[in-house]
T-cell receptor, first 114, second 113 residues
Framework: GAVVSQHPSRVICKSGTSVKIECRSL??????MFWYRQFPKQSLMLMAT?????????EQGVEKDKFLINHASLTLSTLTVTSAHPEDSSFYIC??????????FGPGTRLTVL | SQQGEEDPQALSIQEGENATMNCSYK?????LQWYRQNSGRGLVHLIL?????REKHSGRLRVTLDTSKKSSSLLITASRAADTASYFC?????????????FGEGTQLTVNP
């Protein structure tokens, strides 16, 4: 099956620093990738849709200057949490659209901001 | 905002029993999908049912869709301890593009050995 990887799997950082999370589709090209945030025992909340070669589309209430998304190639999208604060601590999950109405999800990145 | 609501929020059963989870949604859909998530992990796609389908099977999984009631159910038969996970429904609507999904709140299933 299709594989999507995320790196890092876990990151702990100090408040005020920026953190970059990578999402890669390993065996297929994805023109569209999605970034979700999941708080403990809650569902996934779509943050933004990452489109290769164009600007990301952000969901209402998600600050585009806070969460920078770059989809520079058909296999890589990055999410940078800028000036992270403790309230940004969460589980960030990406997915890649391979078509046929199916998204393949990465294993997630646990971000802890101290 | 989450379109889907799932019930129960938590379900605890014994191994061998069947588990049924329900999902309701508010708007018209293209399809509805069920995903599984083990604790602290990513999501695994289980099954997709299109808006013109009423029932679908995959191994021990059975999914039904009632578009008139805007609801779906996921049945896991002969459950195993390894089925313990969170299960989410997700909908794709005609208004969204690129397979954008809206997730339900999820059901935490615990299968006791």
């Amino acid at each position: 099956g299709a594989v999507v990887s995320q790196h890092p799997s876990r990151v702990i950082c100090k408040s005020g620093t920026s953190v970059k999370i990578e999402c890669r589709s390993l065996d297929f090209q994805a023109t569209t990738m999605f970034w979700y945030r999941q708080f403990p025992k809650q569902s996934l909340m779509l943050m933004a849709t990452s489109n290769e070669g164009s600007k990301a589309t952000y969901e209402q209430g998600v600050e585009k200057d806070k969460f920078l998304i770059n989809h520079a190639s058909l296999t890589l999208s990055t999410l940078t949490v800028t000036s992270a604060h403790p309230e940004d601590s969460s589980f960030y999950i990406c997915s890649a659209n391979r078509g046929h109405n199916t998204q393949y999800f990465g294993p997630g990145t646990r971000l802890t901001v101290l | 905002s989450q379109q889907g609501e799932e019930d129960p929020q938590a379900l605890s059963i014994q191994e061998g029993e069947n588990a049924t989870m329900n999902c309701s949604y508010k708007t018209s859909i293209n399809n509805l999908q069920w995903y599984r998530q083990n604790s602290g992990r990513g999501l695994v796609h289980l099954i997709l049912i299109r808006s013109n389908e009423r029932e679908k099977h995959s191994g021990r999984l059975r999914v039904t869709l009632d578009t008139s009631k805007k609801s779906s159910s996921l049945l896991i038969t002969a459950s195993r301890a390894a089925d313990t996970a969170s299960y989410f429904c997700a909908t794709e609507t005609p208004e969204t593009s690129g397979s954008r999904l809206t997730f339900g709140e999820g059901t935490q299933l615990t299968v006791n050995p």
